[in-house]
């Protein structure tokens, strides 16, 4: 489905490529948004879309990155809206970003959480469960889940990641009671889809934001720091985002989980073993067995 952007009036404030993209994806979500507009959705109940990134999906090491941060400085409630599309257990298991996301997950066993079960074991109604495939604040979602799960940490980390739930009240009613996120419905098309991902990336970079309580794009105060977690503060001297974070924005999944090991010190034979060398305590009950990938079938490693 083609999409007609809207027209705009330049008025001269050097905000007009922002002005534009805010009435873009405004009119995506108004066409697609579930009622009501924003829900709460959990971080177990959600995988990458299979638009992410170029259909690259997640970067692993990222959502790892994002994890550690929550740990040592608290969750910050002045997150990303995360913008996901309603599906449930039987849809998405006939789905291709199911099928990534199960062998992602096989290659990367030690680094990722355990796989929702959506096999044939469970009861019929269990399966009609509502699940989400995520378009924005993907690595958010992943990072809670990876808290969530206690999932050994990439950089080892000797810290449990799951003890921060205890102690941190904000990252607690996040995991237990889920994000305010803005829920498109099912038969939204993969084109539109793809559209709102890569709009999304744009808003730090253009200076507006998905606001969670009207579940709208709207242009961010010009003088206003906008956090999107650690790494996400605004330069107070020339207004201008770390290269990190703005990298962060525009890359793949495989290009942005580079960046990541070079600023971390990850060693790349680590990463393309998918972190075997780490270990979940307690031998890591699964909620699924992982399936394997399929013989003569490599992803790359970083999906």
């Not at 170029?54 to 409630?77: N, P, Q, Y």
């Not at 996901?84 to 990722?112: D, I, M, P, Q, Y």
């Not at 079960?117 to 889940?145: C, D, F, V, W």
Request: net charge neutral.
């Amino acid at each position: 489905m083609a999409f007609r952007q809207a027209t705009h009036t330049p008025v001269g404030d050097g905000r007009d490529d922002a002005r534009a993209t805010v009435t873009e994806i405004n009119a995506l979500l108004d066409r697609w948004c579930e009622s009501p507009r924003v829900q709460r959705v959990k971080c177990s109940s959600v995988i990458p879309d299979g638009t992410n990134r170029e259909h690259t999906g997640v970067s692993l090491e990222h959502a790892h990155g994002i994890a550690l941060s929550i740990r040592t400085k608290g969750f910050d409630l002045n997150h990303e809206t995360p913008v996901v599309v309603r599906t449930n257990g039987e849809e998405l298991k006939r789905s291709s970003a199911w099928r990534r996301w199960v062998r992602f997950c096989a290659e990367n066993a030690s680094a990722t959480p355990p796989v929702v079960n959506l096999g044939g074991r469970m009861p019929i109604h269990q399966n009609e469960k509502t699940m989400y495939t995520t378009l924005g604040s993907s690595h958010l979602l992943l990072a809670l889940r990876l808290v969530e799960t206690d999932t050994p940490s990439v950089f080892g980390q000797s810290t449990s990641l799951r003890q921060s739930i205890d102690s941190d009240v904000k990252l607690r009613i996040a995991i237990q009671t889920g994000l305010q996120s803005v829920v498109l419905r099912p038969e939204t098309p993969e084109f539109d889809r793809k559209k709102v991902s890569l709009l999304l990336n744009r808003a730090a970079l253009e200076g507006w934001s998905l606001r969670a309580d009207v579940g709208m794009a709207v242009l961010d105060s010009v003088d206003r720091e906008r956090m999107g977690g650690a790494e996400d503060a605004l330069n107070e001297n020339n207004n201008r985002m770390p290269l990190f974070t703005a990298l962060s924005r525009t890359l793949d999944a495989e290009e942005l989980s580079s960046l990541v090991r070079i600023k971390h010190g990850i060693d790349l034979d680590r990463s393309q073993a998918g972190y075997a060398d780490v270990q979940r305590s307690g031998g890591g009950k699964q909620e699924e067995e992982r399936d394997a990938p399929r013989a003569g079938v490599k992803l790359r490693s970083r999906l």
